[in-house]
């Protein structure tokens, strides 16, 4: 699938959703395009509010999967993204990832 149909697929809900997100993750570092479409899937209620397992929603997975692309793209849209999350998620997910800021955040796929 392409990116934007993937995009589509984790937007729209459904079963296949963090299939879909987990692979725009492993595209992220060969492909500037699913790392920005994975910052834009990070801002949808849907996505934060849908936890994988206790505070650790879809949306963390995909700022945790773009940190771990480490290329400059990736990690200025793993920021923007970041930013937009409530301070008490800001906290959250720095405790998960055991950074003291998102710069430091180091996460490893």
């Given at each position: ?19 879909a997100v987990?692979?725009?993750?492993d595209?992220?570092r060969?492909?500037d395009?699913?790392?920005?479409r994975?910052g ?8 934060r509010g849908?936890r ?5 929603s ?7 999967g773009?940190l771990?692309?480490e290329?400059?793209?990736a990690?200025t849209?793993?920021y923007a993204?970041?930013a937009a999350?409530s301070?008490p ?7 998960y ?5 998102i ?5 490893r796929?």
């Amino acid at each position: 699938m392409r990116n934007d149909e993937l995009a589509e697929l984790a937007g729209s809900g459904g079963p296949y959703r963090g299939k879909a997100v987990f692979e725009l993750v492993d595209r992220a570092r060969a492909d500037d395009d699913a790392a920005s479409r994975l910052g834009e899937l990070s801002l949808l209620a849907a996505l934060r509010g849908d936890r994988l397992f206790h505070s650790v929603s879809l949306a963390w997975a995909a700022i945790i999967g773009l940190l771990a692309a480490e290329t400059p793209h990736a990690r200025t849209v793993a920021y923007a993204a970041f930013a937009a999350l409530s301070a008490p998620d800001q906290a959250e997910f720095l405790a998960y990832v055991k950074a003291d800021r998102i710069e430091e955040a180091l996460p490893r796929l």
